[in-house]
């Protein structure tokens, strides 16, 4: 694929990193002439300097041609035109990255066709839903949603020693869940009903999320977090509360700029 990247900061360094392990023809733009030098000086890329919505920079930087355009600068306007501008110049695909408070008020992170970009990306609101998914459950070391939003897997630690050394297809789990693969001893498999589970082995988790959380009881003993302390009124942290709110947390948030605070 022929990629442009708009933004050398550290999150478009990581990208040029995949992409340039990947094999595709990536093409890196930065206003900073020192962040494009490191990009030469680490990666097998082409690149620019200049400000990354201009229509001049983007048609030096081949945008009819492209396959993907990412905006991930540190100014949610420049991403957003930049975005805008590299769709109207002929590119296949645009993503625009936003993080600042105008953005805080979204309830998912990831939107579609907003403002005429393909994918709009909120990374702070990601962070803050992950939070709170982790939050809720009992005692899980990883969430992950599916299907948008209608499925739900998890990672558990089994300590509960009930459920140990009894074939899965005799355990009274929940309906609408399923033991979909074990780690033991550093080792994965996906287990049939005739498998029996160990103590400490880790277990993953899908169905739905009404039906996970539930059997998540069954796994460990941790309990629901019902009172949270979070230090930090920004977005992730603003957006977090309200997250724990609407599941009737207890929620404390230590910000230090009084206006903040009194906003929250």
């Not at 206003?31 to 030096?60: F, I, P, T």
């Not at 041609?65 to 590299?86: C, G, H, K, P, Q």
């Not at 998890?154 to 869940?177: F, G």
Request: net charge negative; glycine share 8%.
């Amino acid at each position: 694929m022929y990629i442009i990247v708009i933004g050398l900061g550290e999150v478009g360094r990581h990208l040029l990193s995949q992409l340039d392990q990947e094999g595709h023809d990536v093409v890196a733009i930065d206003k900073n002439a020192s962040a494009v030098a490191y990009a030469e000086d680490h990666y097998d890329v082409m690149s620019l300097v200049g400000y990354g919505a201009s229509h001049d920079v983007l048609e030096q930087a081949g945008v009819r041609r492209a396959d993907l355009v990412v905006a991930v600068s540190e100014d949610d306007e420049v991403n957003l035109i930049a975005a805008l501008a590299a769709k109207q110049l002929g590119a296949k695909r645009v993503i625009a990255r936003v993080q600042g408070n105008e953005w805080s008020k979204w309830t998912d992170g990831v939107k579609y066709g907003l403002l005429g970009v393909d994918v709009v990306i909120n990374p702070r609101i990601l962070v803050a839903q992950e939070l709170s998914r982790i939050a809720r459950s009992h005692g899980a070391n990883d969430v992950i949603d599916l299907a948008q939003d209608r499925l739900e897997l998890v990672q558990l630690q089994v300590t509960d020693s009930r459920l140990t050394e009894r074939p899965l297809a005799s355990l009274d789990l929940p309906a609408a869940t399923l033991v979909a693969g074990v780690v033991r001893n550093q080792e994965f498999f996906i287990p049939g009903g005739a498998d029996v589970l160990l103590p400490d082995d880790r277990v993953y988790l899908i169905g739905t999320p009404d039906g996970v959380q539930r059997t998540e009881e069954y796994f460990n003993k941790q309990r629901q977090a019902r009172k949270i302390c979070i230090v930090g009124g920004g977005v992730v942290g603003a957006t977090l509360a309200r997250e724990l709110v609407r599941q009737d947390a207890r929620v404390l948030v230590i910000e230090r700029d009084r206006e903040s605070a009194e906003r929250l």
